[in-house]
């Protein structure tokens, strides 16, 4: 369906100068208030009275859904609707059709774009709000919506319409990953004294790394410990358990023991290896220039680099260097343990201690199969940072709930971009289907 539509605005300009920046503001207020949503609204009733003539007159081409076997439709009253999108309000007066047959009754427009029965926005501006309020709060969100962007949507409309998406989904891993990175970070929840729930919330998170390198996020939970989040990742498969590679973490309590059964082998994260021995060696009351020389001795031993070659191509007499080497440095870390033990500090020994076994886990996989696996979190890290930036500076009284899905819809957009675009163009319907060309502005 083709139409050649044309636009008649009025201008009224002083002879007496006029500044060119009071030009574009006037265009923009003119353009972004009446002239695109009309726009809009005009091509809407041109393909609804479109549509309804060619269902009267029972003419081939696009079909509703059949109320009957013989449908026979008639014209009935018109519907008033506004539909908010990023262009302004849509005001559209579509026509009702009723079906002499049966007697129901048909919106052929709304069936048409796929609108919802009581839909009063587009998914193209619940889109920029969701992504909006992914990076500040909601007072802010709104707020510069309404002055950058000209699109007025108050704060508890927008909270609604993320509450209700489901652009948050992740979908489940049905393959089993060579690399597996969690972590955890606390926020300020919403607290319910007579519930037992204080304000101290923690959101855990799990991302997988496939063959190609490319980044998987798994999910994000708020009201789960690591046991039940390792159980609900690691779904039951027709040969047993879906068991991944490598898992990296940090030395939280609990999260390796709970993940135990989801991976075949453990690395400790070398980066809060070294980071968290200090605070071991404050515990033990070490003197701050021997906890420094203590951390740049165990980051010297456990700092082994792979080959920069293909596993295939290094000499075997190299990789029996490297095997010597990670005996070597697992006899440097006893030797740091017994040191600490002698100066006293326990608990900076029984630190090093419980993470003997899994400093070196990185080298053996590659020795064993040559895949190159991670031995740091930092890719975690990073992406931490971002919750603990939205999670924690910036708002606070989560439920768990929204702490969850924020957490959720951070990860999608800062971890696998093609999966939340992929998310999106599906969800607005993005086909290729609608061209619009500006043929020519004339002035009469």
């Not at 029965?117 to 709000?129: C, D, F, G, H, M």
């Not at 005996?327 to 440097?332: F, K, L, R, V």
Request: charged fraction near 25%.
């Amino acid at each position: 369906m083709e139409r050649s539509i044309t636009q008649k605005v009025s201008a009224v300009l002083s002879e007496d100068g006029f500044s060119l920046d009071e030009l574009i503001i006037r265009t923009k207020e003119l353009f972004d208030s009446e002239g695109i949503a009309g726009f809009v609204s005009l091509l809407l009733e041109l393909v609804d009275a479109h549509l309804c003539w060619r269902l009267i007159h029972q003419r081939p081409g696009w079909q509703p859904k059949p109320c009957c076997e013989q449908p026979d439709y008639e014209l009935q009253n018109r519907v008033a609707r506004r539909i908010r999108t990023s262009i302004g309000v849509i005001h559209l007066s579509w026509r009702r059709l009723r079906c002499r047959c049966c007697g129901r009754s048909l919106l052929p427009l709304r069936e048409f774009v796929g609108l919802c029965r009581y839909q009063s926005k587009s998914n193209e501006l619940a889109k920029i709000v969701i992504e909006v309020v992914s990076e500040q709060n909601y007072r802010r969100a709104t707020r510069h919506l309404d002055t950058i962007g000209l699109i007025p949507v108050p704060k508890s409309t927008a909270h609604r319409w993320v509450a209700t998406s489901d652009c948050d989904e992740i979908p489940a891993v049905t393959q089993s990953l060579p690399s597996l990175l969690v972590d955890g970070t606390g926020y300020k929840r919403r607290p319910d004294p007579p519930a037992g729930i204080d304000n101290q919330g923690e959101v855990r998170i799990a991302l997988g790394i496939d063959d190609h390198g490319t980044v998987i996020p798994l999910g994000a939970w708020t009201d789960k410990t690591w046991e039940e989040i390792g159980q609900a990742l690691s779904p039951a498969q027709p040969q047993g358990t879906l068991r991944h590679g490598v898992l990296v973490s940090d030395g939280e309590p609990g999260l390796a023991e709970g993940l135990a059964q989801l991976v075949n082998h453990q690395q400790r994260c070398q980066w809060h290896q070294v980071h968290d021995l200090d605070y071991q060696m404050y515990r033990d009351s070490a003197p701050v220039r021997y906890r420094r020389e203590r951390q740049r001795e165990l980051a010297g031993i456990i700092g082994i680099e792979l080959p920069a070659t293909d596993f295939k191509v290094v000499p075997d007499a190299d990789k029996a260097a490297l095997a010597q080497a990670t005996d070597q440095a697992e006899q440097e870390v006893l030797g740091l343990i017994d040191k600490l033990v002698t100066k006293g500090y326990h608990h900076a020994a029984e630190y090093v201690r419980n993470a003997k076994d899994r400093l070196f886990t990185y080298i053996r996989v590659w020795l064993a199969c040559g895949l190159v696996t991670p031995r740091v979190s930092s890719l975690l890290e990073r992406m931490m940072r971002e919750i603990g930036r939205r999670l924690k500076r910036i708002a606070f009284g989560w439920s768990e709930r929204g702490a969850a899905q924020m957490t959720r819809i951070i990860i999608k957009r800062f971890t696998s971009a093609d999966q939340w675009n992929a998310y999106w163009n599906a969800k607005l319907r993005i086909t290729g289907r609608v061209t619009l060309t500006l043929q020519s502005t004339t002035a009469v």
